[in-house]
């Protein structure tokens, strides 16, 4: 089974995203995931212009040795731009693969380890009235766990707190990235942030209780110390884990948090390969694997990292919002439903255009999502919907600390 055809598409129901269709010589068709948010065009190029060209007439089935062609034959490995154009061409094979045995693509992978995933939902507000209100909808649409965000006294805008004003016009749940010809400067103060983060998790386990399961996102902001400092501020509170507590481009800054905190630790969103995460894994210095499929070379890849973590007792905590396009996030769904060493899986509802777009089958049911029975992956693309809404330039915030100093966004 030869590949005949393989079209970049790119899209903006809600956000860009970038689609690799693969076509084979008997007409049997994948989808995979490319998108790169803030970046879609530079890897919808890097496909069309330098992928592409190579897959026409390569055996569909050979997904392995296709895998290591792309990555190893350009040189030049790794980044961001080259994993996610690898990734929607690996999970554009599986679904082929999948889809010819006439099963879902968990099956493919060794069958399902549990009948669900475990997910979390995302809860914020400004104040902890507001707070307390967005958690209860998360309960209420199923989750078992709350990520909590919170507005900053003196700050102007935050990461991940859905009702404050967004460049883009629409709530954060569907597009952070403000549409535009420049990016929109934030502002951060570590300071007000450390003060004030301990104060909320208090309020809302008084309002909640000490059993809700509980998340955060740092969002790379702090140094080591300063991530210590709140990891041992937040201990009371016994934490899901603490997500991206600072930069991990230096590994060994986790050391410094982890000999100064048992609070469970997250990472690995922003991470390319398992070269990223070796350091981290082989010294216990995290707890989850943030990887997600779209971003990390795809479902071959991140099937890889999670055998590698399972030796460690390390379990699987897939990014998953909306940033990941459902075709990248039912790739990751497969894996986690496979794996023995899961853990946890975020999961944000895309926007209903981007559900026009994407036909998924995936259920979310008494708090356990499932990828669907489907063969391949489960999502279709309605090409006809995806051209109603062209591309449109876009960018992710970033942020200046009080005296102007470029910091993390």
């Known amino acids: 089974m030869r590949i005949a055809a393989a079209d970049v598409i790119v899209t903006s129901p809600s956000r860009n995203f970038v689609t690799l269709k693969i076509t084979t010589d008997d007409g049997v068709v994948g989808w995979g995931d490319g998108t790169l948010n803030g970046r879609e065009l530079a890897v919808s190029t890097y496909l069309a212009e330098h992928v592409v060209p190579l897959l026409i007439g390569r055996d569909a089935h050979a997904i392995e040795d296709t895998w290591q062609f792309l990555y190893r034959s350009a040189y030049w490995r790794r980044g961001p731009v080259t994993m996610a154009a690898i990734a ?14 006439g099963l879902p693509l968990y099956q493919l992978l060794g069958g399902a380890s549990r009948v669900g995933l475990h997910t979390y939902g995302h809860a914020s507000g400004r104040d902890l009235p507001e707070l307390f209100d967005s958690v209860r909808a998360t ?26 004003a967004q460049a883009s016009g629409e709530r954060y749940d569907y597009e952070p990235a403000g549409r535009g010809p420049l990016p929109t400067e934030e502002d951060w103060d570590t300071g007000a942030y450390l003060r004030h983060l301990p104060t909320v998790f208090e309020a ?19 140094t080591p110390l300063q991530a210590s400092r709140l990891g041992r501020s937040l201990e009371p509170y016994d934490l899901f884990w603490l997500e991206d507590c600072t930069p991990a481009e230096n590994p060994q800054a986790l050391e410094v948090v982890r000999r100064n905190t048992i609070t469970p630790l997250a990472i690995g969103e922003v991470f390319n390969t398992v070269w990223d995460f070796q350091h981290l894994i082989s010294n216990q210095l995290i707890d989850y694997v943030r ?13 890889k990292v999670m055998d590698f973590a399972a030796q460690y007792q390390i379990k699987s905590g897939f990014h998953g919002p909306t940033d990941v396009s459902p075709i990248g996030f039912a790739a990751q769904v497969h894996v986690g439903l496979s794996i023995h060493n899961f853990g946890i899986q975020e999961y944000m509802l ?16 008494d708090g356990y999502l499932h ?14 919907a995806a051209a109603e809404f062209p591309y449109q330039r876009a960018y ?3 942020n200046r600390l009080p005296d102007g100093t470029m910091h993390d966004w």
């Open 396 to 398: 992710l915030p970033f």
């Open 88 to 101: 929607a061409v690996d999970m554009a094979l599986w679904d082929i693969k999948a889809k010819v045995a």
């Open 350 to 365: 895309h926007s209903d255009r981007t559900n026009r777009v994407f036909d998924q089958g995936m259920t979310f049911v």
């Open 371 to 384: 990828p669907s029975d489907r063969p391949g992956l489960g999502v279709d693309v309605d090409e006809q």
């Open 204 to 222: 809302v386990r008084n309002e909640f209780g000490a059993e809700l399961p509980l998340l955060h996102d740092g969002h790379h902001r702090m």
């Open 291 to 303: 990887a997600a499929s779209t971003h990390f070379g795809g479902v071959s890849p991140l099937r």
């Open 139 to 164: 309960l209420a649409e199923g989750h078992r766990s709350v990520r909590i965000q919170t507005a900053i006294p003196g700050v102007n805008a935050v990461y991940g707190v859905a009702a404050q």
